[in-house]
């Protein structure tokens, strides 16, 4: 509704002096159920604790241990192994192995990207060999490993290798196309190329996408590792935790091959909230890469 | 289409310079024409251009969009290489980016988010082997201080405003005292009020030091506010229409009209009306 003839009312100016001291800001603390809930910890013990009793409660109910035994019969199993050393060792041993194959996997990635991105016969290297094996299960290369290097660590070294280096390399390479054109021409600015170029701009600018790989990785190898000695574990003379599995398997031990599996969880938290989660707050989130 | 002077009838500012200040100029460009490729065509970005930029000059580039004054910026920073013609710095020909030539971008993402606005500061003053250690961070804290940032020195980049932002890349390149300090639209993406803090705060600081400055702006007033001596452009290609000198005031002395006015008339009137008369 409008009114050809409507005016606004004159109305008075003023000029206020505004007050700097005493407003003091209202705080009022949050409650404790509040505080409480808003560390990410608590919350995700609270629904782990939830997930484990589900797990007693279902396991109970069914009441075949054969199948599907509870939650306390696995730790049970879980700690009794651990305290006569069995479990320890196990994991010990594939821990071994599979850092040996993740830190290959990422220096190989490393030195594939950084030809990448210097010359384009590189990129173009880099992106067939990556569309051609990472498709490709490591798993389905383990007989080829055991042919060329033998029954021991080397084959195992090797599919980890094949494992870790292309989600990495192609994380990584993604990571450093994405890089914004000014940062790039910053770099050129102050007279950076080649190494240093790569060390000092592209690597910590893609490095959200770099620690994306490394998890990748990280969770691959972790799952071929397994998965190799499940199929070929004896073959190393002393098997690690896939072996473990298997074994327990094959005495019906059932308990312990979920305490086998437990395991394997309890380490990927572990890696996941300690060293990864750490290493993102302490770069990505505190650069406003990542909120 | 060859002779540049049929082209650009050169007009008559009616500013004599006075004779025998012959100083030999920082940056010499001279006849620089750039091409791009798109996938079709070939785009001609700018024209033969002619321009000499002095010690201590606020040079500022002109134009309306598409007259390629960012290309020829980039041009100067040694990023682009020219068809035709030569930049030369100190008489030396460009030839790629260096940090003699320190460049303040328009974007807010030029500071590497994962230094803090002091490592950031000083970055390349260590990265070239200008200075080292406690000098490179005196030096920095310096600039730092000058832009009215001591507070914010071990902040990271993105919990900073817009402005505090462009106010870190200005002190960036400062601290690099380089040759010419090249700033491609550093205000375009600020807010007014900053844009016109900021333009202050520019001004505030060649004040103090005198540094060399290119300027690239479609802003006329930013221009005349900002430039001693302001290049104008026609787009579409850009070829150089005029250069003028402007003491910041937009107040005209001789012509009873603003300098922002004239150069609107200049670049938005295809005939300009001959203004010889004294």
Redesign the interface.
């Known amino acids: 509704m409008t009114n050809i003839n409507a005016t606004a009312p004159q109305r008075p100016e003023f000029v206020r002096q505004i007050i700097t001291k005493t407003l003091g800001v209202v705080e009022k603390p949050l409650s404790l159920w509040e505080k409480l809930y808003n560390i990410g910890a608590i919350r995700k013990v609270v629904l782990l604790i939830i997930l484990a009793s589900v797990w007693e409660i279902y396991a109970r109910s069914l009441d075949d241990p054969l199948l599907f035994p509870t939650f306390s019969a696995t730790i049970e199993a879980f700690l009794s192994d651990i305290g006569t050393g069995v479990l320890l060792h196990r994991v010990w041993l594939s821990i071994q192995i599979l850092t040996q194959g993740y830190a290959a996997g990422l220096v190989l990635a490393a030195l594939f990207t950084g030809l990448a991105s210097m010359t384009r016969i590189g990129t173009d290297l880099l992106e067939t060999l990556t569309s051609m094996f990472n498709p490709l299960p490591s798993i389905a290369l383990l007989p080829l490993a055991l042919i060329w290097f033998g029954l021991g660590n080397g084959s195992l070294v090797f599919v980890l290798i094949h494992s870790v280096l292309w989600a990495v390399a192609l994380n990584t390479h993604t990571g450093f196309q994405s890089v914004?054109p000014?940062?790039r021409?910053?770099g050129?600015?102050?007279?950076?190329s080649g190494l240093?170029y790569i060390a000092?701009?592209l690597i910590?600018?893609a490095?959200p996408n770099i620690l994306t790989g490394m998890k990748i990785g990280w969770a691959f190898a972790w799952r071929t590792l397994i998965a190799a000695e499940l199929v070929f574990g004896a073959s190393s003379g002393s098997g690690g935790l896939g072996w473990y599995i298997y074994e327990n398997k094959n005495d019906l031990e059932i308990p312990n091959v979920f305490a086998g599996l437990f395991t394997v969880i309890i380490i990927g938290l572990a890696v996941e909230h300690l060293i990864f989660q750490n290493l993102t707050k302490y770069?990505i989130q505190?650069?406003?890469?990542q909120s | 289409m060859t002779d540049k002077s049929a082209m650009n009838p050169i007009i008559d500012s009616g500013i004599t310079i006075p004779a025998g200040e012959k100083a030999s100029p920082i940056l010499d460009v001279s006849g620089v024409t750039i091409q791009y490729k798109t996938t079709s065509f070939i785009v001609t970005a700018t024209y033969r251009i002619d321009f000499q930029v002095y010690t201590a000059d606020r040079f500022v580039i002109l134009g309306p969009s598409g007259c390629g004054k960012s290309t020829l910026l980039k041009a100067v920073?040694g990023?682009v290489r020219p068809t035709e013609g030569e930049l030369r710095l100190k008489g030396r020909a460009i030839d790629?980016?260096?940090?003699d030539?320190?460049?303040v971008?328009q974007?807010f993402?030029?500071l590497?988010?994962?230094k803090t606005v002091k490592q950031n500061v000083m970055?390349?003053l260590t990265?070239?082997g200008k200075l080292l250690g406690k000098a490179a961070e005196e030096q920095a804290m310096h600039y730092i201080d000058k832009v009215n940032l001591s507070q914010f020195a071990d902040s990271?980049?993105?919990?900073l405003s817009g402005g505090m932002k462009q106010r870190v890349a200005i002190a960036r390149g400062m601290a690099m005292e380089p040759d010419i300090l090249l700033m491609d639209e550093p205000f375009a993406s600020l807010d007014a009020l900053t844009r016109q803090k900021m333009q202050e705060e520019l001004l505030r600081l060649w004040d103090e030091t005198h540094f060399t400055v290119l300027f690239v702006t479609h802003s006329i007033p930013e221009a005349v506010r900002i430039g001693s001596r302001i290049l104008l452009l026609s787009p579409h290609p850009g070829q150089v229409k005029a250069e003028l000198n402007s003491d910041g005031t937009d107040w005209a002395i001789r012509e009873a009209r603003m300098l922002s006015e004239r150069i609107h008339d200049i670049l938005f009137t295809d005939v300009v009306e001959e203004s010889d008369h004294d």
């Open positions: 914004s000014t940062l021409m910053v050129s600015n102050y007279g950076l240093t000092k701009i910590p600018a490095f770069t505190r650069w406003g890469m | 920073g990023y790629r980016p260096g940090p030539r320190m460049m971008f974007e993402d030029q590497l988010p994962w970055f390349p990265s070239s990271y980049p993105h919990t």
